[in-house]
Nanobody
Framework: QVQLVESGGGSVQAGGSLRLSCAAS????????MGWFRQAPGKEREGVAG????????VYADSVKGRFTISQDNAKNTLYLQMNSLKPEDAAMYYC??????????????????????WGQGTQVTVSS
């Protein structure tokens, strides 16, 4: 049984930083596509950052490029999202997600939320101006 558990959310002032963690159990990162999504009140869940565990290739939403960094520690089966220079518009519930299937190349990783099979319960991020 696959479980993803997020942690590290909280309240921070604009310009501050947070590091989110996603601990996975019953799941092998190797060859998988992993990602972070967020959902603000009244908004649809959107992709923030993704990583292909096969070679470390990453992709970011334009809104977070240069500020957020996604990374993984395969030995610990943990996914991270380092968030710097946080803005009020970054406030949302953040979710980690993973694909059930493995891929040979980063180009095989999906981008849309409907293509991810496993999800955590989310961790709240609040940013005050």
């Amino acid at each position: 049984q696959v479980q993803l558990v997020e942690s590290g959310g909280g309240s921070v002032q604009a310009g501050g930083s947070l590091r989110l963690s996603c601990a996975a159990s019953g799941y092998d990162f190797v060859g998988a596509c992993m990602g972070w999504f967020r959902q603000a009140p009244g908004k649809e869940r959107e992709g923030v950052a993704g990583i292909f565990s096969g070679d470390g290739t990453t992709v970011y939403a334009d809104s977070v490029k240069g500020r957020f960094t996604i990374s993984q520690d395969n030995a610990k089966n943990t996914l991270y999202l380092q968030m710097n220079s946080l803005k009020p518009e970054d406030a949302a519930m953040y979710y980690c997600a993973a694909t059930k299937y493995k891929y040979a190349r980063a180009s095989g990783c999906p981008r849309g939320r409907d293509s991810f099979d496993y999800w955590g319960q989310g961790t709240q991020v609040t940013v005050s101006s």
